[in-house]
């Protein structure tokens, strides 16, 4: 309960799913400590299971790249103008943007500016493009939230005020994870080879890699007519796209699932994924990976240009050298896929070798992210 002796109201503006999985993580960890905490503004699903209070759908803020912002903009600026409204009219004891910053981070200033105390859980990463953009989240937060350790240093030599508290999915994941039980569950046998897909969530990332991704499985299994695939559609939306997609690939064996990209993961011995947070899963699991991805012309010709790290997933940044090959844009084609994906058929040690270093990453990821988060954000309260 606030000094007033009202219950403590917390604003809240989660841009899309993975943000929605940490909001709720946080929610529960928050609600522990202060039972009648409440949440409004901007929630997913699994956060309004838990109680929070959505004033806009949490998919009008779900865009990618640099062009489609700008199409969206109106709006955007619209649902923005009416939260910091409704959090000026009725001020929280504190607000909490998690993640989605080209929205958030200008909402934050705007609030801080106006005397509330804000939070960012989850760095933008502003350690790899765009550093001038610190000098804005240095204005528009009290408090960084970071999930990975190099994110909190790039905040400390920067004065920001920062908690590391690693990541959700390494607590959620087990060090060691037993996946006999979900190949069978999925038709494959003990001794099968599975290579996973995973072209991505958003429908842009799956127009533009489902088909690469498919090429990629033709090629490999022309090479080797033993090897299986598995495809996790993120969503019912995402699904009929790859079932049109697969079409055009008859007699290619592919499972094709809905979700349970996790229990994909599981299953195979290798997995070609698109550039993302989906990566770090992946690597929790300790899956050998290829990371691909391909931009719009005019969004890669932009972002290269303000680039200011060599790697682009997170396996590499983390362990700040090359790990798992990331083969982008031009350079992805499925000879060059494929290529990489074999690699760990023909090289089991090169399997191994990378599965012990997944767990060095694991263990310094593993830190009860959500409850160290919420003693970041009771600490604020005080």
Not at 203 to 214: K, Q
Not at 269 to 284: H, K, N, P, R
Not at 292 to 311: D, E, F, Q
Request: charged fraction near 25%; glycine fraction near 6%.
């Amino acid at each position: 309960m606030s000094e007033n002796n009202r219950p403590v109201r917390i604003g809240v503006v989660v841009g899309e799913a993975s943000g929605d999985i940490l909001g709720a993580g946080l929610i529960q960890a928050l609600q522990k400590r202060l039972p009648e905490v409440r949440f409004e503004g901007i929630a997913g699903p699994r956060m309004q299971a838990l109680g929070a209070k959505s004033l806009f759908p949490m998919e009008r803020l779900s865009v990618m790249g640099l062009v489609e912002p700008l199409k969206r903009l109106p709006e955007l600026l619209k649902i923005r103008r009416t939260l910091r409204e409704h959090f000026l009219e009725n001020p929280p004891d504190l607000f909490i943007g998690i993640d989605a910053p080209d929205f958030n981070l200008s909402l934050e200033e705007s609030l801080k500016a106006e005397g509330i105390c804000t939070v960012h859980y989850v760095s933008p990463s502003v350690w790899a493009w765009r550093r001038g953009r610190i000098k804005k989240i240095a204005r528009a937060i009290n408090h960084m939230l970071t999930l990975l350790p190099f994110e909190a240093a790039f905040y400390r030599e920067n004065q920001v005020p920062v908690t590391f508290v690693g990541h959700p999915l390494a607590d959620d994941i087990p060090l060691q994870v037993n996946n006999s039980a979900a190949r069978t569950e999925l038709g494959f046998k003990v001794d099968d080879r599975v290579i996973a897909l995973l072209p991505g969530s958003r429908g842009g990332e799956v127009r533009l890699l489902g088909p690469l991704f498919l090429q990629t499985a033709r090629w490999c299994h022309q090479r080797n007519p033993d090897l299986k695939f598995v495809l996790p559609a993120a969503n019912e939306q995402r699904l009929a796209e790859l079932q049109e997609q697969l079409e055009g690939y008859p007699g290619l064996p592919v499972t094709l699932l809905l979700g349970d990209s996790q229990k994909a993961l599981g299953v195979s011995d290798c997995v070609l994924i698109a550039s993302g947070t989906a990566t770090l899963e992946t690597m929790l699991l300790k899956k050998p990976m290829v990371v691909a991805y391909k931009l719009g012309r005019i969004t890669y010709a932009i972002v290269s240009r303000m680039l200011h790290t060599p790697w682009v997933s997170l396996p590499n940044l983390l362990a700040q050298r090359e790990l798992v090959p990331e083969i982008l844009q031009s350079d992805a084609t499925p000879e060059n896929l494929g290529a990489a994906l074999m690699r760990y058929f023909e090289d089991p040690l090169l399997s191994d070798q990378l599965q012990r270093e997944f767990d060095d990453l694991h263990q310094q990821l593993r830190r009860n992210a959500s409850e160290r988060a919420a003693d970041a954000v009771c600490s604020l309260l005080k």
